[in-house]
């Protein structure tokens, strides 16, 4: 919702004790906490870790390298802007969608006339101060082109169009844009530096139909951190 050479992982819940050392306990149920993956920053989206929803082994495991690249800012569409209840601020853009065997690496192949579906964007800590790292953007693809074994896992959610439905899905910085200095670590905790922007992937556990579009993908920001009547906010691809 992916460095100088600590790998970790960003999970959507916090530490208690972090959480009550800002008084938050209870605006932070859907926080990110951190454990350390090989090279990689990763967020499971709902339905993570039960059996078929499980991202491929590979996925959480891709090699450093990424977060330490510096790339220019890419072509994206108009920014949004987000706040959590404890005042961290976020800024987002969609740079473009698409679908691949392999959208996060080496991965395991799809069945046959099945792919990956995948998503980029820009995220950016608006504010002049540290903010937790979080990948707020979820991935929405139309219900008819999931194939009728992951049919179950492909959940709507509120305020987007009933025909678009999310699956589990992996998020990862894949690179810095320009100057700014990679995610460090504070009170194990995984932090932006004030400004920091990435690009970050979005691509889907589960597999969807060779034949899905890259114009039927959408990003959107639905989770109650960031929205709070929990309606989703389209990321809009330039």
Known sequence: MSDS????RSHRRRKK??????G???ALTGAVGIAAVAGAIVVLRPGDGDG?????PSLASQ????VGSSV??????????????????????????????QPLGATQAPPSGTTY?????????SRRRPVLLDFPADLFMPKSQVPSSAQERCMPQAGIPDDMCTLPNHSRITARIGASKAPVEDGGDTMIP???????????????????????????VWNARFTSDRKGVQLAFP
Do not use: C
């Open 24 to 26: 938050l306990a209870g």
């Open 52 to 56: 078929a929803g499980s991202a491929p």
């Open 17 to 22: 004790s972090h959480a009550g050392r800002l």
């Open 5 to 8: 050479r600590q790998p970790y």
């Open 63 to 66: 090699g450093d390298g990424a």
């Open 117 to 125: 579906a995948y998503a980029d964007y820009v995220l950016t800590n």
């Open 72 to 101: 220019p800012a890419p072509k994206a569409g108009p920014p949004v802007g987000f706040t959590t209840p404890e005042g961290y601020g976020y800024s987002l853009a969609a740079v473009m969608a698409g679908t691949s065997r």
């Open 194 to 220: 004030a400004g920091a922007s990435y690009v970050v992937r979005i691509a889907s556990d589960l597999p969807v139909k060779e034949d899905l579009s890259a114009d039927d993908l959408r990003l959107y």
